[in-house]
């Protein structure tokens, strides 16, 4: 019942903070905006060129299904800055102590901690993902 409280505690301090909220944003609205861009571009020149056809491309254009994953590497940079702000957060918000004091159980509250973190990178990551790569090309 531990796990579950402290599951809990985690999910609601990963939602509220204003972090979450600037990723959330950076990733739906930032990268979205990129991978149309790159998108428009492929389909400007045709999704089927090669420098044989136009000979303003340096090489053929990837199958349709590497397509989009250009815009990816944006969201790791993302998930490493969240993950750096979050780890600063509870030390200088002093939420850590807050957290060790509620959870006397240190591998319940170890657990509790890599999996909120690991649930949340994964949603995000995933959302941005699938929900780009719709977008962008139908």
Aim: aromatic share 12%; charged share 15%; hydrophobic share 50%.
């Amino acid at each position: 019942m531990a796990l579950i409280y402290s599951l809990h505690s985690e999910i609601l301090k990963l939602l509220y903070r204003r972090a979450t909220h600037v990723v959330l944003f950076l990733i739906l609205v930032f990268q979205t905006f990129l991978a149309n861009i790159g998108a428009s571009q492929i389909v400007s020149v045709g999704i089927h060129a090669t420098p044989e056809t136009n000979p303003e491309l340096a090489e053929a254009i990837p199958p349709i299904e590497f397509l989009g994953f250009d815009v990816t590497l944006f969201g790791v940079f993302i998930m490493i800055i969240l993950g750096s702000i979050y780890g600063a957060e509870e030390y200088k918000c002093s939420a850590i102590r807050t957290s060790l004091l509620s959870i006397t159980n240190r591998s319940t509250f170890l657990v509790s901690k890599t999996l909120v973190k690991s649930l949340l990178k994964q949603s995000l990551y995933g959302l941005f993902g699938s929900s780009l790569f719709k977008l962008s090309f139908g």
